[in-house]
């Protein structure tokens, strides 16, 4: 059964960093384009960042641009996503998001990926 587990949020204060992880049991991870999403109360779930399976250079929203960071370890089947300059808008629960041998080349959608972790919350302060 594939499950993705996110940890690694909280309360910060705007300006602040905090790095997201998320373990992932999926075989092959390697073969798995990651991703994170995020979703604010009363908003729909919108893209922040992702990795394709088969390298090249991350792909981010425009909002978090410069500001976060998505990295992935395939020994040991994690995704993170370090926060740095941290903005009120930025708070969301955000969630981990996989898809087996998914390309991209651009912003991807929701409906792009089929599995996806229960979220962790991150509440920045102004």
């Known amino acids: 059964q594939v499950q993705l587990a996110e940890s690694g949020g909280g309360l910060v204060q705007a300006g602040g960093s905090l790095r997201l992880s998320c373990a992932a049991s999926?075989?092959?991870?390697?073969?798995?384009?990651m991703a994170w999403f995020r979703q604010a109360p009363g908003k729909e779930r919108e893209f922040v960042a992702a990795m394709n399976w088969s390298g090249g250079s991350p792909v981010y929203a425009d909002s978090v641009k410069g500001r976060f960071t998505i990295s992935r370890n395939n020994a040991e089947n994690m995704v993170y996503l370090q926060m740095d300059s941290l903005k009120p808008e930025d708070t969301a629960v955000y969630y981990c998001?996989?898809?087996?041998?998914?390309?991209?080349?651009?912003?991807?959608?929701?409906?792009?990926?089929?599995?996806w972790g229960q979220g962790t919350q991150v509440t920045v302060s102004s």
């Open positions: 998001a996989a898809r087996r041998l998914l390309v991209l080349s651009n912003i991807p959608a929701v409906g792009h990926f089929n599995y």
């Open positions: 999926l075989q092959t991870f390697s073969v798995y384009t």
